[in-house]
């Protein structure tokens, strides 16, 4: 399971980036350190980035 934290800070990153979800994964299995510096054993598949987006925006 994924923190909030986490997802947040890969959202961040595919904002930064101009990524799309997907992508965003993508890069993210080949950076590491960054992986690392999360926490993440395991990356997210593109639609739990995308349910948390959606989710978070909804939220008043």
């Given at each position: 399971?994924?923190?909030?934290?986490?997802?947040?800070?890969i959202?961040?990153?595919?904002?930064?980036?101009?990524?799309?979800?997907?992508e965003i994964?993508?890069?993210?299995?080949?950076?590491?350190?960054?992986?690392?510096?999360l926490g993440?054993?395991?990356?997210?598949?593109?639609?739990?980035?995308?349910?948390?987006?959606?989710?978070?925006?909804?939220?008043?």
């Open positions: 399971m994924y923190n909030q934290p986490q997802l947040f800070t959202l961040a990153m595919k904002t930064y980036l101009k990524t799309t979800y997907r994964v993508e890069c993210l299995e080949l950076m590491d350190k960054i992986r690392k510096f993440l054993n395991k990356l997210p598949h593109f639609t739990t980035i995308q349910k948390f987006f959606v989710k978070e925006c909804q939220t008043p």
